[in-house]
């Protein structure tokens, strides 16, 4: 008896230990989830069906005009007709022990000297035959945490104000974090597998802060059109994506129909709208981007829609405020959020302890996503129940619920590799060698 209060003890301090990683106010129990009925992306609005690609690119424009409106807001016509003029700082230089080149550019967000400067970082295998393709995200902490690697150019980031209500600034990056976050971008066995890695430091697009000093950011650069769905800082990032690849398509050794895109977190839902946006993106690797990203509004499990607009207003499109507490009356969700990215490889990835995005949303988006790339003679991820821990199900669509909290792990890279070969052609069978470096 005493043995087995002992083991129930345990398994409470076990349970709450791992609660008390969880915000809390959310529902986590599943059998208090209420039912619910999904978006039916291939209904039209009168009720029809939609059985051919063509009505399908038909209805796509209406979906983008509701996630503008609810979600995301509209880009402003500046923002929109403004051609970048990258300045290459460092073109190729030897870098990781003769892994990798690595390349920085400095792009500047508007024509004027003092608007927003965006600084990408791209490493591509020191050994390529012919174009290589490339990786491309944001980082949450600075360029010069990707790798430790001394050449990348320190930029300053932003730091919370020191006590609650005070707002964000922009120090000088702390020479003492570069490399913390290498493990999140594993990009030396990125670039062995014969992958080009892009990123940029998505502060340098639009701070994170309800309130920061100074005047910074695209959205105060590109103020939004009066009577248009205001410009939320998630699709300021995803913006930034795009003037991203902007650059890549200019650098000869990039290959432009293979840039994929990879986003965690709030990055993953700015990466989730990006490529709903821009055709260019090739292929799309969705880590854990939870609500508002690939998980569902419609089921009350996990953040929810208050959550988001209490602590992150500026993410989203003023009318988004208007759906709290109606997540089930929101007339866009996540699964039409990757309806969109069809017909391009996407991978979705949850991860077991990350109740907080819900992976079971997670994997309902990706399921439900299948019958639109049915339409494109394209691979649904065919299966009714989520997959097992760690045990990935790859085809055009893919998925899997990795062990852990919520992370960007070497595991999740590992399955992103596999996916990128199985869907382009491994780069390095293509090139008939290996890219050498050290194992
Ligand atoms: C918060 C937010 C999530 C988001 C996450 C992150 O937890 O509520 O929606 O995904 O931050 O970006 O790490």
Redesign the pocket.
């Known amino acids: 008896m005493a043995g087995k209060l002992s083991l129930m003890l345990g398994v409470a301090a076990f349970l709450l230990a791992q609660n008390a990683s969880l915000?809390s106010g959310a529902n986590y129990d599943e059998t208090k989830v209420a039912p619910y009925v999904l978006l039916d992306p291939l209904k039209t609005t009168n009720g029809g069906e939609i059985t051919t690609v063509r009505a399908w690119e038909q209805a796509r424009g209406r979906w983008i005009s509701l996630f503008e409106e609810n979600v995301f807001g509209t880009v402003p016509p500046g923002a929109r007709s403004f051609r970048i003029h990258p300045r290459v700082t460092e073109s190729d230089a030897p870098a990781l022990d003769g892994l990798a080149l690595r390349t920085q550019v400095e792009i500047p967000l508007t024509t004027t000297p003092i608007g927003p400067l965006m600084h990408l970082l791209l490493y591509l295998p020191a050994k390529h035959a012919g174009k290589v393709p490339v990786i491309l995200g944001l980082n949450f902490a600075g360029n010069a945490t990707v790798a430790s690697d001394p050449g990348i150019r320190p930029t300053d980031v932003w730091t919370p104000g020191a006590k609650r209500g005070e707002p964000a600034r922009l120090v000088p990056f702390d020479e003492s974090k570069r490399g913390s976050q290498s493990s999140e971008w594993q990009v030396e066995r990125v670039l062995r597998a014969g992958y080009g890695v892009a990123t940029v430091y998505y502060g340098d697009i639009e701070p994170d802060a309800k309130t920061f000093e100074g005047t910074h950011g695209v959205r105060a650069a590109y103020p939004s059109t009066p009577g248009q769905p205001t410009w939320g800082a998630l699709s300021a990032w995803a913006w930034g994506l795009s003037r991203a690849t902007d650059y890549l398509l200019t650098n000869r050794h990039v290959n432009s129909k293979e840039i994929a895109i990879t986003g965690?977190?709030?990055?993953?839902?700015a990466t989730d709208w990006a490529a709903a946006t821009d055709p260019r993106f090739a292929a799309v690797l969705s880590t854990?981007?939870?609500?508002?990203?690939q998980s569902l509004y419609r089921r009350n499990f996990g953040?929810n829609i208050a959550?988001?607009q209490h602590?992150?207003p500026y993410w989203f499109t003023a009318k988004f405020a208007d759906w709290v507490g109606h997540d089930d009356m929101i007339p866009v969700d996540g699964n039409v959020l990757l309806a969109l990215i069809a017909p391009r490889p996407l991978y979705v990835a949850s991860a077991q302890d990350d109740l907080?995005?819900d992976p079971e949303g997670e994997f309902e988006s990706a399921r439900d996503v299948g019958s639109i790339y049915a339409l494109f003679g394209k691979h649904g991820l065919g299966i009714d129940r989520r997959p097992p821990v760690n045990e990935p199900v790859m085809h055009d669509v893919a998925y899997h619920i990795r062990s852990g909290k919520?992370d960007v792990t070497a595991f999740d890279w590992e399955q992103y590799l596999k996916f990128m070969d199985q869907e382009f052609g491994s780069p390095l069978a293509r090139a008939g060698s290996s890219t050498g470096g050290t194992p």
């Open positions: 915000p965690h977190s709030r990055l993953g839902k854990e981007s939870g609500k508002g990203g953040e959550h988001l602590s992150f907080y995005s919520h």
